[in-house]
């Protein structure tokens, strides 16, 4: 480690003092406003250079200013969340200053949006090489989505589910895969471990997050091999104004509260070379018994959040970005909450402190040559329980205190990324390292403890090619070497993605990309469900070698006003073929240890399509959907259930959101999300067989219906307020045949993750 990041210094040296002797003087000036066709001053629309990270945001009154720009020729965008972007050519000469004023027309929320997770350069949505989803602020903040996880449910091909009824363990799947198959990223570091994955996506509150993307199979070069399904990233909120905005969002089902109160401050500087955001929030959950069996199906829940973004230009072409965040979560499920956990017939409990945060240096030497050094890291500390109190002997008290465990991740990642432009040429060559260290005494028995350190190099060179003057034709080519600690030998991974517009708003996309899994510890690995007081553990066979994917997509897409109203249609097909791919395997029962066991099997596919529909009829309303319809299978039949089936994912599942704004003051959100029935194993308590009886249980379907109304109120002058009513889950859609009482399988969940809920949100801005 101190070796590599000696490395990492002295090639930052040697890059700055490149850039000490090529960063040109010879500079101009950008201004302008940007207003919307009716007039209205855009507040925060992006304004920036092509294939450069040059660019700024519009202040409060609409205008914007790019200074020391170099002279040259770019292509100047100007964007807007839910507005058709600018397109302009601009001729930057020296001391001179250019005026550019645009008026933009109405279109879909994510339209304008500016990505970046498929290449290191920043791309309109609707124009990225590799097709990225977008989950904008607003979108958000409509599904009044309190946290990471919350905010992934209305996305074509990505489901987030429920894995336990006690501690309520989430996972996010794209295309059906299992959660250990994703990739998330925070602002593009792979800072979220297989500890941190656990209950991680509960962890990230709303107040942090500005944007998130996605990219689906294995993306770009930039990424590990683990992308195999996809990427996740979560882009936090960086300072642009002086303001602040405290928010309150409450929610009850059948009388069990669910509170978050959340705030946050952006301080800039007059000459915008310095600035802070500041976010802070607060949640406590009532637990919640579905069937009044006395044990849980949403446990209680206690997070805290505080952290701060900041950044800071100290020259021309310099930006240091620097943020930290501390989150302190308490989580409990299963029965008798009065008491302390190990009195408690069943007791999922965990206790999270993580801290986390980076430090990154970008320079922009010229317009043809820029680097980054980039350090990353997330310290995770966790308390635990998993298990039981099987009676009051004091023998039997004394074995419920062995099911207390301790966990320990620290992981650091550090990289350098150098791009240069050369004519039609956009190469991007970097390093990265990652170190990844796992002490987990969660299990009784110390057989299955883990003390494990992973350790990844990866490099890589990425090729964004424009084939043709006008950008109709790019091509985004790359390929990476991993060295992973688990494997002997480096993996390649090629990947390359083409983009072709056919005629102005129809576009073309497809790709071809690899990626592996290392043989290593997995999220669910480290979720213990405890089953009639037995804790259920998976471990990896001695035998277990890396597990390698193949991913194709091929995709048309139209998106383009027809008659001044936003259209849009796309339609993707997907296949993936997993080599080796891993499956769980039950091997036996040791005393209050249920050993499950992960293999390799011969393989695995998935294929699929995907399709997205929307229209803005008036600019007050927009309908959008996406339904995915696939088939998942393992080349071998998995024993225990009899079936070559993907577990837990629905063959079907999609979504309808509409928002219609009333006037200025009123609008409505409403949304309708099917999930399609699934397999489900079942394991079931027989007292006289000494192993659980497996059981394979096809679901129902469901269909979601949440409805809100949001009103601005002038309360106090300049302080701008605003109060959403709403019911999510109105129809009560939830799983009927929920196991019942003490002997009762915690993971035997599925369908919708919360009953009918009615909520309220505050939200009070200056």
């Given at each position: 480690?101190?070796?590599?990041?000696?490395?990492?210094?002295?090639?930052?040296?040697?890059?700055?003092?490149?850039?000490?002797?090529?960063?040109?003087?010879?500079?101009?000036?950008?201004?302008?406003e940007v207003t919307s066709i009716d007039g209205e001053k855009l507040i925060g629309a992006n304004v920036f250079l092509k294939n450069t990270n040059i660019g700024t945001i519009t202040n409060k009154q609409g205008q914007f200013e790019i200074p020391n720009v170099p002279v040259g020729k770019y292509g100047l965008i100007i964007s807007m969340m839910g507005y058709k972007s600018h397109t302009s050519e601009v001729m930057i000469e020296k001391d001179k200053e250019l005026q550019i004023n645009a008026e933009l027309n109405t279109a879909f929320?994510?339209?304008?949006?500016?990505?970046?997770?498929?290449?290191?350069?920043?791309?309109?949505?609707?124009?990225?090489?590799?097709?990225?989803?977008?989950?904008?602020?607003?979108?958000?903040?409509?599904?009044?989505?309190?946290?990471?996880?919350?905010?992934?449910?209305?996305?074509?091909?990505?489901?987030?589910?429920?894995?336990?009824?006690?501690?309520?363990?989430?996972?996010?799947?794209?295309?059906?895969?299992?959660?250990?198959?994703?990739?998330?990223?925070?602002?593009?570091?792979?800072?979220?471990?297989?500890?941190?994955?656990?209950?991680?996506?509960?962890?990230?509150?709303?107040?942090?997050?500005?944007?998130?993307?996605?990219?689906?199979?294995?993306?770009?070069?930039?990424?590990?091999?683990?992308?195999?399904?996809?990427?996740?990233n979560m882009k936090t909120r960086r300072p642009w104004f002086n303001r602040s905005k405290v928010n309150f969002s409450g929610s009850s089902i059948d009388g069990s509260y669910d509170q978050e109160v959340g705030a946050l401050a952006e301080i800039v500087s007059e000459d915008n070379?310095?600035?802070?955001?500041?976010?802070?929030?607060?949640?406590?959950?009532?637990?919640?018994?579905?069937?009044?069996?006395?044990?849980?199906?949403?446990?209680?829940?206690?997070?805290e959040t505080i952290g701060v973004n900041g950044f800071l230009k100290p020259w021309e072409g310099t930006d240091i970005q620097i943020s930290f965040h501390r989150i302190f979560e308490e989580r409990r499920g299963g029965g008798d909450f009065d008491k302390p956990v190990h009195e408690a017939g069943i007791a999922e409990w965990t206790q999270h402190f993580k801290w986390g945060g980076k430090l990154k240096w970008n320079h922009q030497i010229s317009s043809l040559l820029e680097y980054k050094v980039n350090f990353a890291f997330s310290l995770?500390?966790?308390?635990?329980?998993?298990?039981?109190?099987?009676?009051?002997?004091?023998?039997?008290?004394?074995?419920?205190?062995?099911?207390?465990?301790?966990?320990?991740?620290?992981?650091?990642?550090?990289?350098?990324?150098?791009?240069?432009?050369?004519?039609?040429?956009?190469?991007?060559?970097?390093?990265?390292?990652?170190?990844?260290?796992?002490?987990?005494?969660?299990?009784?028995?110390?057989?299955?403890?883990?003390?494990?350190?992973?350790?990844?190099?990866?490099?890589?060179?990425?090729?964004?090619?424009?084939?043709?003057?006008?950008?109709?034709?790019?091509?985004?080519?790359?390929?990476?070497?991993?060295?992973?600690?688990?494997?002997?030998?480096?993996?390649?991974?090629?990947?390359?993605n083409l983009k072709h517009e056919i005629i102005e708003g129809l576009t073309v996309r497809t790709g071809y990309t690899t990626g592996f899994k290392a043989p290593q510890i997995f999220d669910e690995d480290l979720h213990i469900c405890g089953l009639e007081g037995t804790q259920r553990v998976i471990r990896n066979s001695d035998e277990l070698k890396e597990e390698r994917s193949s991913s194709f997509n091929l995709g048309f897409e139209f998106q383009n006003n027809l008659r001044d109203i936003p259209i849009l249609i796309g339609v993707t097909g997907f296949y993936t073929k997993l080599s080796d791919a891993y499956a769980d395997e039950f091997i036996s029962t040791d005393g209050t240890i249920e050993y499950w066991e992960r293999i390799n099997s011969s393989g695995a596919e998935v294929k699929g399509i995907e399709i997205d529909l929307g229209v803005k009829p008036v600019r007050q309303i927009e309908i959008r959907g996406g339904l995915t319809v696939k088939d998942n299978h393992f080349e071998d039949t998995l024993e225990d259930f009899d079936t070559d089936n993907f577990l837990r994912t629905p063959d079907v599942f999609g979504y309808i959101r509409t928002s219609y704004d009333i006037s200025n003051t009123?609008?409505?959100?409403?949304?309708?999300?099917?999930?399609?029935?699934?397999?489900?194993?079942?394991?079931?308590?027989?007292?006289?067989?000494?192993?659980?009886?497996?059981?394979?249980?096809?679901?129902?379907?469901?269909?979601?219906?949440?409805?809100?109304?949001?009103?601005?109120?002038?309360?106090?002058?300049?302080?701008?307020?605003?109060?959403?009513?709403?019911?999510?889950?109105?129809?009560?859609?939830?799983?009927?045949?929920?196991?019942?009482?003490?002997?009762?399988?915690?993971?035997?969940?599925?369908?919708?993750?919360?009953?009918?809920?009615?909520?309220?949100g505050v939200d009070i801005s200056l």
């Open positions: 480690m101190k070796q590599y990041l000696i490395i990492l210094l002295l090639s930052a040296s040697l890059l700055v003092n490149a850039g000490e002797n090529r960063t040109s003087s010879v500079r101009g000036t950008i201004k302008g929320y994510e339209t304008g949006s500016v990505v970046i997770t498929g290449t290191t350069t920043p791309y309109l949505y609707e124009e990225s090489p590799v097709k990225t989803e977008v989950i904008p602020r607003k979108l958000i903040e409509q599904t009044r989505s309190t946290n990471l996880a919350e905010a992934l449910c209305l996305q074509t091909g990505v489901m987030v589910e429920n894995d336990c009824n006690n501690c309520n363990f989430t996972q996010v799947r794209i295309l059906g895969f299992e959660g250990k198959y994703s990739q998330i990223l925070i602002d593009g570091d792979p800072v979220v471990s297989s500890l941190g994955g656990v209950y991680g996506l509960e962890h990230y509150p709303q107040e942090m997050i500005e944007q998130i993307e996605i990219v689906k199979g294995g993306g770009s070069a930039l990424y590990g091999g683990g992308a195999v399904a996809g990427t996740i070379k310095s600035g802070f955001f500041i976010f802070g929030s607060t949640r406590n959950r009532d637990s919640y018994d579905r069937n009044g069996d006395g044990y849980s199906e949403l446990g209680v829940l206690k997070n995770l500390e966790r308390d635990s329980y998993y298990g039981g109190l099987s009676g009051n002997t004091e023998e039997e008290r004394l074995e419920a205190l062995n099911y207390y465990g301790f966990s320990d991740n620290p992981l650091y990642t550090a990289d350098v990324q150098l791009k240069y432009i050369l004519g039609s040429h956009a190469l991007t060559f970097g390093t990265q390292y990652d170190y990844d260290k796992l002490t987990d005494e969660s299990v009784s028995s110390e057989a299955y403890h883990i003390a494990e350190t992973f350790k990844n190099t990866g490099i890589y060179i990425q090729d964004e090619l424009s084939i043709d003057s006008d950008d109709h034709t790019k091509v985004v080519a790359g390929v990476r070497l991993d060295k992973h600690s688990a494997l002997s030998d480096w993996i390649v991974s090629p990947r390359i009123v609008s409505t959100f409403i949304s309708l999300k099917y999930t399609g029935s699934m397999y489900v194993p079942h394991e079931i308590s027989v007292d006289y067989q000494e192993n659980p009886l497996l059981e394979l249980t096809k679901s129902d379907d469901f269909l979601e219906i949440d409805v809100s109304l949001t009103k601005k109120l002038n309360l106090f002058g300049d302080v701008n307020t605003s109060m959403t009513l709403g019911i999510k889950n109105l129809t009560d859609a939830y799983q009927k045949d929920l196991d019942y009482g003490i002997n009762r399988d915690p993971a035997y969940v599925y369908g919708t993750s919360l009953p009918r809920t009615l909520f309220l």
